[in-house]
């Protein structure tokens, strides 16, 4: 297991990661978050999948969906957006991944949900 002093730092640096929304970043790996959060990959990944009951990547979905779903509800600006562009403000690279990642979270897709947001 991960020494118990040291799991309670990678999870108060995993409390900032999400406040500050570091997530956002498109090039966040377990390697450099886990450099970040002076450890190393094993005991992160050990941390994320004992708190969070997913893998980093499963994790970083969860928190990028979760942060860009409340941001369109509250932003209508972001809402006019092309996908490309809110996948962008999400921390995705391509439109194809942020699409993947938020049907699996949400179970729709981002252009319906944002037509169900217009509606509104």
Do not use: C, W
């Not at 972001?78 to 490309?84: D, K, S, T």
């Amino acid at each position: 297991g991960v020494p118990q002093e040291i799991f309670k730092n990678i999870e108060a640096g995993l409390e900032i990661f999400e406040r500050k929304q570091r997530f956002t970043n498109p090039d966040i790996s377990l390697k450099s978050l886990a450099d970040e959060l002076n450890t190393n990959s094993t005991y992160l990944s050990k941390v994320i999948n004992t708190t969070k009951d997913m893998n980093f990547s499963q994790y970083l979905h969860h928190i990028r969906i979760k942060r860009i779903v409340e941001r369109l509800k509250n932003e209508e600006k972001l809402r006019q957006y092309a996908v490309e562009a809110i996948a962008q403000e999400a921390g995705y690279k391509t439109a194809q991944s942020f699409t993947r990642a938020f049907y699996k979270e949400t179970g729709i897709y981002p252009s319906y949900f944002l037509k169900r947001l217009k509606t509104k």
